[in-house]
């Protein structure tokens, strides 16, 4: 059972629930799904603009990469929340000793990158979406206008909400790149020294 | 079997098909049923900032009330659609004769009404959620801010997104209250003169 396989009362009742998960994150990427299929939507309407056989190409291209896009983000609805489960779990872990220390600490930044890749994911994806509604809003169906509106708002909506979550979990990363840089930046200078 | 009950995987199929419904308004009524859901959420949350017994009952009452708008706001993703489906069924009906033409005109102004009714419902909801929101961001868990900035994101775009179905569809109203209005105002002035 996965949390887009719910119904959607269920679902909206569990992230009413105090339950940390699923949260802001899934709900960031389930905003972006359904922004990518009004876009998919408005993309394969009969009555387009669309007036070479090249432009219904385009629109057509456009509508099944909203499509492709809209299954991606469904998929990060679910991940976003096992990811942050995960993170939960690795801050449980026991630290008694030092190397319990090290062990829980090298899994709480392990969990957080993958915390920071699920709404990076959504990011990514919402933001590839919007660039095919620019092709989906010169092309598509004009008197489905309002539907192509809605998407984009939902996707900025998204987008921006994946952004914050992005934001949070970066404060919890000890410079994720930058400790492994400075100690080779150590042992390249040691090594020409 | 209506659209709430539907899985989300086969809710966000039926939002990417081409058909007509569910389109931009039920998709605003459900960012917003999920933006009001994260609000409730957060509400629900221990270690809130809450420090008296009063500012307690308040946080919960927003809470409760959040909870409320969010299942309103479920219901109006069925609701929208429904009405939209009415405005088009009001379209085909036949029209050849003068009476046949009056009472489809009509039809589709009364269905056109009710098809307003469902995203101002949507606007309206949204914003009283969003009122509520802050007392949440006041008193709730700091740590949620995350999750209650998703939400108020998601309450935002789902009341433009509202917004402009109701515009679309005042489009196609025929001076809703004004003919009303001036065949009084006539009569009143006829009763007068």
């Known amino acids: 059972m996965t949390l887009t396989t719910l119904s959607v009362v269920d679902l909206l009742a569990a992230f009413r629930s105090p339950a940390p998960t699923p949260g802001g994150g899934s709900a960031a990427a389930l905003a972006g799904a359904l922004g990518s299929s009004l876009l998919a939507m408005v993309a394969a309407l009969p009555k387009s603009r669309a007036a070479t056989v090249?432009?219904?190409?385009?629109?057509?291209?456009?509508?099944?990469?909203?499509?492709?896009?809209?299954?991606?983000?469904?998929?990060?609805?679910?991940?976003?929340?096992?990811?942050?489960?995960?993170v939960m779990a690795a801050y449980k872990r026991p630290k008694t000793t030092d190397e319990e220390k090290a062990a829980r600490s090298a899994g709480i930044q392990a969990a957080m990158r993958?915390?920071?890749?699920?709404?990076?994911?959504?990011?990514?994806?919402?933001?590839?979406?919007?660039?095919q509604g620019v092709v989906v809003a010169t092309l598509g169906n004009p008197s489905?206008?309002?539907?192509?509106?809605?998407?984009?708002?939902?996707?900025?909506?998204?987008?921006?909400?994946?952004?914050?979550?992005?934001?949070v979990n970066l404060g919890s990363v000890k410079d994720p790149e930058g400790q492994t840089l400075s100690a080779e930046t150590r042992r390249n200078r040691g090594g020409r020294g």
Chains 1, 2 share one sequence.
């Open 114 to 131: 993958d915390a920071i890749a699920a709404p990076l994911g959504v990011m990514r994806a919402c933001a590839a979406a919007a660039e």
């Open 144 to 167: 489905a206008s309002s539907d192509l509106q809605v998407g984009f708002e939902l996707l900025g909506a998204a987008l921006r909400g994946a952004r914050l979550n992005v934001e």
């Open 54 to 86: 090249e432009d219904v190409e385009r629109l057509k291209a456009s509508g099944q990469r909203c499509a492709a896009l809209s299954a991606e983000l469904e998929a990060l609805v679910e991940r976003d929340s096992e990811a942050y489960d995960l």
